[in-house]
């Protein structure tokens, strides 16, 4: 059976019933996830920020969650996160999927600590996957856009207005604080990997303030379009093995980090 994962961001702890988490032990601590089949895929859900939302950006467990991914079979992954607007075009409500980042964090994470071995993330984020999610969105009626730089900044804090008039320069068009190092620890693990972002709010300076409470808000109110995004989207994603650039470290993945011969 095919296995994808699914990794819920902030707001999105309850996107799959919240109830019946199991661990899965890892080199970087036990990681909580649920199990449930849609149709004829099982899925892993794993809440970013642990189960409570008790991790902030800067001390989320990058690692164990792609590890424990991996280590359950699989071998998509959706991932979900809240980002500010910093392009006039993309409004709070809609959804974008990335296909670049900037790493403006100071975070270096990687599987890759005792051996050396270099990623190419000429294309970070699965096009096989973010294609399907595009393609079923459209369909829903959904207002959402493909294509668009995430810069990832370090948190936990926002960012300042000078911060993103910089970032609106070196042409990012949304900003996050989570998905550096995630979408590369994936590309490391050999994954297909796709985010799909929410906007939640204009970036500091676009509006009078930015709040913790209105990404939540936003999240909750977009949460049930996601959901049925994602489901529609299992259900469409092509059944065949797909051998594109993102599984190209899967082997050395293997051997090296999960000692799989
Ligand atoms: N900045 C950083 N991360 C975010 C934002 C933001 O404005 N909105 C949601 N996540």
Known sequence: MMRIGLIGGSGLEGLFGGVGYKTVSTPYGDIKYLYKVYDDVGVIFIPRHGPRHEYPPHRVNYRGNIYALAKLGVDRVIATSAVGSIDES??????????????????????????????????????????????????????????????????????????????????????????????????????????????????????????????????????????RLIHESIEALPRDEWSDECIRFRDVFRKYVLGVV
């Not at 809609?94 to 100071?106: C, G, R």
């Not at 599987?111 to 393609?135: A, G, I, K, W």
């Not at 459209?138 to 207002?143: D, E, Q, R, V």
């Not at 109110?221 to 959901?227: A, F, G």
């Open 90 to 227: 993309l409004h709070p409500g809609s959804i974008v999927l990335v296909d670049q980042f900037i790493d403006y964090t100071k975070r270096s994470i990687t599987f890759y600590d005792d051996y050396v071995v270099h990623v190419d993330v000429t294309n970070p984020y699965c096009r096989e996957l973010s294609r399907t999610l595009y393609n079923v969105g459209k369909k829903l009626g959904l207002n959402i856009r493909w294509g668009a730089v995430y810069i990832c900044t370090e948190g936990p804090r926002f960012e300042t207005p000078a911060e993103i008039n910089m970032f609106r320069l070196l042409g990012a068009n949304v900003v996050g604080m989570t998905n550096v190092p995630e979408v590369v620890l994936a590309r490391e693990a050999g994954l297909h990997y796709s985010l799909v972002s929410i906007i939640t709010n204009y970036a500091a300076g676009m509006q009078e303030r930015v709040s913790q409470e209105e990404v939540l808000e936003i999240m909750e109110r977009t949460s049930e379009s996601l959901k």
